[in-house]
């Protein structure tokens, strides 16, 4: 991982040293094997979804989150790798940025390949150690061939294998544009209401699947029965791991903020403009079970998302809290997922570990998703492979202890809202953040703004100025200063990937027959 380009003093690395030895020890002692780990990673879910990251609303979306953050930690700067969905959950699962693990853009619902087989995945090492490793919900990581969960390091899978707007189920949720039900005779007729809009946003040839480990089950799915399924299927993994006396790692990756639903049992059904925030209360249900049924200092949850919330989709989309990204908006497009303004990549983050995370705690330290990869393999007691460069930070010393540093430096990559995917265009360096190249993604609307090129780069004071709305002068010591820190930072990463040798390149190729499919003879792929 590069940091910068001077290593700290030497007294700071031995404390720290330290620290995450006493830490480690701490955690070792409140069990007497290795912990069980639940990750769960929310899909476009905005900073602001988390009540308790703005108390004075009073809102009661999130109550079981607000629990966990009651007994354990809550994130106030934590990112996501990548501001869109496929590229975030493969630096998470790989400790690494998408321009080393080769994941820069989505995968499509036939796309032959995905996340680089050279690649090496938390649950794979995980599972070598001992470890029983189940996946439920989200993949979108490849789902052909050798590319699917199962083959990836996980012993179990249930769930789509990508977003839940990518097929057509009988029973839509909400969603911009509505599209429509599958049709029996084998296709869908648009008739939008409001705005005409592309057919391609909706699919309509194939039913949604739901796979369980390598096989369709169930095509089109229903999804308001998925939540049911999920609780169920996590249940079990947990309580027969645990009779089996072996240390598990469960990650759910909900997708329930991509296509709001109304709670399953609402009568009558909340109007629009409430959808979301009932799909955010059913899936802060969903979180509730889990966390109550693994309640034991045995067990560590950390709970965060993969991308901001897709604002194209007006009030089914989430809030971004104060993060709005003013400078881009007022020159038209939306500044959350997609983007590299804080809105696209600040996301909810909440770890609880009863008895060895300290309760009622927040941090303020710079962190990331890719951190979950060393972090979990270094309570686990697992050695990452050492032929491959990292991004992601161990940072025990943070979860357990109150440790108040995190990165130095960290960057967010394109994710298809200005140049070209991955490249990495901004930089954060403590309270500053430096953009090279400025865009948006749709508003709600349709809105697009315009890609920027900035030569010198944009910089802003996050401490001042969360809302990234006026940039630092340029010519100023405060801001020629900061330039040159952040220039020479972006100058070392990026020829510090140049020069990486174990560098993968995801293959990106579609093919109709990579697609899943449960009965190819019947219409939309319906299992019979």
């Not at 009661?60 to 930690?73: S, V």
């Not at 308001?224 to 079990?236: D, F, M, V």
């Amino acid at each position: 991982m590069l940091e910068g380009l001077a290593p700290r003093p030497v007294c700071r690395m031995l404390l720290c040293g330290l620290f995450v030895h006493l830490a480690s020890k701490r955690a070792a002692g409140a069990h007497n094997k290795m912990p069980n780990f639940i990750l769960i990673l929310a899909d476009d879910i905005g900073w602001g979804d988390l009540d308790v990251n703005h108390p004075e609303q009073k809102a009661k979306n999130t109550p079981n989150l607000n629990l966990m953050a009651e007994q354990g930690l809550r994130f106030s700067d934590f990112h996501s790798p990548a501001s869109t969905c496929s590229p975030s959950r493969a630096s998470i699962l790989t400790g690494r940025y998408g321009l080393r693990n080769g994941v820069t853009h989505n995968f499509a619902v036939s796309s032959v390949a995905g996340l680089p087989l050279s690649e090496v995945t938390l649950p794979q090492l995980l599972q070598k150690a001992g470890y029983y490793t189940a996946m439920i919900g989200k993949w979108h990581l490849g789902h052909n061939g050798p590319y699917g969960p199962t083959k990836r390091g996980f012993d179990y899978y249930l769930g789509i294998p990508f977003s839940n707007d990518m097929g057509c189920t009988d029973h839509p949720g909400y969603d911009i544009p509505q599209c429509l039900g599958c049709d029996s005779s084998g296709g869908q007729t648009m008739r939008l209401r409001g705005s005409e809009r592309q057919q391609t946003d909706c699919y309509s040839k194939v039913g949604l699947p739901l796979m369980e480990n390598s096989r369709v089950v169930e095509q089109p799915l229903n999804l308001w029965n998925l939540t049911r399924q999920y609780r169920s299927a996590a249940l079990r993994t947990m309580r027969e791991a645990r009779e089996r006396g072996q240390p598990f790692f469960l990650y759910l990756a909900l997708a329930h903020m991509h296509v709001p639903l109304a709670p399953p049992l609402a009568t009558p059904s909340p109007p629009h403009s409430r959808a979301y925030a009932a799909s955010l209360q059913e899936m802060d249900r969903l979180v509730g079970s889990i966390r109550s049924a693994s309640n034991k200092n045995d067990t560590l949850i950390w709970f965060t998302g993969d991308n901001g919330p897709w604002q194209k989709k007006c009030q089914y989309a989430g809030s971004t809290g104060p993060f709005k990204g003013k400078w881009q908006t007022k020159r038209g497009g939306s500044s959350a997922k997609k983007t590299t303004w804080e809105g696209g990549h600040r996301v909810p983050s909440v770890a609880c570990w009863p008895g060895v995370i300290p309760a009622n705690t927040t941090s303020a330290a710079l962190l990331s998703g890719m951190d979950i990869f060393p972090t979990l393999l270094s309570l686990a007691g697992v050695t990452p492979p050492s032929d491959r460069r990292y991004d992601g930070m161990d940072v025990t010393s943070v979860l357990l202890g109150g440790e108040k540093t995190g990165h130095k430096v960290l960057f967010h990559p394109n994710s298809g809202a200005a140049g070209r995917f991955g490249d990495l265009q901004t930089v954060r360096a403590g309270k500053y953040k430096a953009f090279y190249m400025t865009g948006s993604s749709e508003a709600c609307g349709g809105d697009v703004g315009t890609q920027e090129l900035h030569d010198p780069p944009l910089i802003f004071d996050l401490e001042r100025d969360e809302a990234e709305e006026t940039p630092l002068k340029v010519g100023t010591p405060e801001y020629q200063e900061t330039a040159e820190r952040v220039t020479l930072w972006r100058e070392g990463l990026l020829w510090d990937i140049a020069t990486d040798p174990s560098v993968s390149e995801a293959d990106y190729t579609t093919d109709d027959s990579a697609t899943p499919c449960c009965e190819p003879t019947r219409p939309v792929c319906r299992c019979l």
